[in-house]
């Protein structure tokens, strides 16, 4: 029921900072689909279904729904409304799980949108994909799109309370299908290769520079 509200909001913040959008027409309209993003910004996963044609769900932290402070009420208000999925980030069985509720949004036929690396760019460097965004293209044969957000951390800074008047922009890429990959390939070396290939088409839309590392220096599945 919140979902209208929250997306009433995020429409008039759209028409105070005037984003940038790029690519939105190579965003299926209907069937699953798999948005797979860099990351900038705790914003990122509030402009990207705004940007998207589509209602898009995405995983974020568990300290969103059950974190301490006064204001968790409102971040687990807001991001259920934005069907967000809670995620553990550094426990691997629950990353798991959330990987399973994911893959039950695209088998229902709607948008999931992930980060591949895993948490956010301190550095605004790319770092190496994670092979959550693989298994779910390999068991959904879900489409993926790779996406590009830009300014989003400058936006709102690590440490900000409000965002600041930037202009950003989202790149909707091309789609990527998981089914052309070659053959002989074990089940980990698909995962690898095709996550390796998401994360190039991702670079090419940001520009960002690469960092040959994971994020976290973790190797977690999400």
């Not at 729904?65 to 006064?70: L, V």
């Not at 936006?155 to 998981?178: M, N, W």
Request: glycine share 8%.
């Amino acid at each position: 029921m919140l979902y209208p509200l929250v997306r009433a909001v995020l429409t008039l913040a759209r028409l105070v900072y005037r984003p940038r959008v790029e690519g939105r027409d190579n965003v299926p309209l209907t069937g699953p689909v798999i948005l797979a993003s860099n990351h900038l910004s705790f914003l990122d996963s509030i402009v990207i279904p705004l940007m998207a044609p589509r209602d898009v769900a995405f995983l974020a932290k568990a300290e969103y729904f059950t974190g301490p402070g006064k204001g968790v009420w409102f971040t687990r208000a807001f991001f259920s409304a934005l069907q967000a999925i809670p995620v553990q980030r550094h426990d691997t069985a629950a990353a798991t799980r959330s990987l399973h509720s994911a893959l039950e949004v695209l088998q229902q036929g709607g948008a999931f949108g992930i980060y591949p690396e895993g948490t956010r760019s301190r550095d605004g460097r790319l770092y190496k994909g994670r092979a959550g965004v693989a298994w779910l293209a390999l068991e959904s044969g879900a489409p993926v799109v790779p996406v590009a957000v830009l300014r989003t951390d400058q936006l709102l800074p690590v440490g900000a309370k409000v965002p600041r008047f930037v202009r950003i922009t989202v790149r909707f890429g091309t789609s990527l299908c998981a089914d052309d990959l070659p053959p002989g390939l074990s089940p980990a070396e698909l995962r690898r290769a095709f996550t390796d290939r998401v994360m190039d088409e991702i670079a090419a839309l940001s520009g960002q520079q690469r960092a040959d590392a994971y994020a976290g220096g973790s190797d977690a599945a999400v």
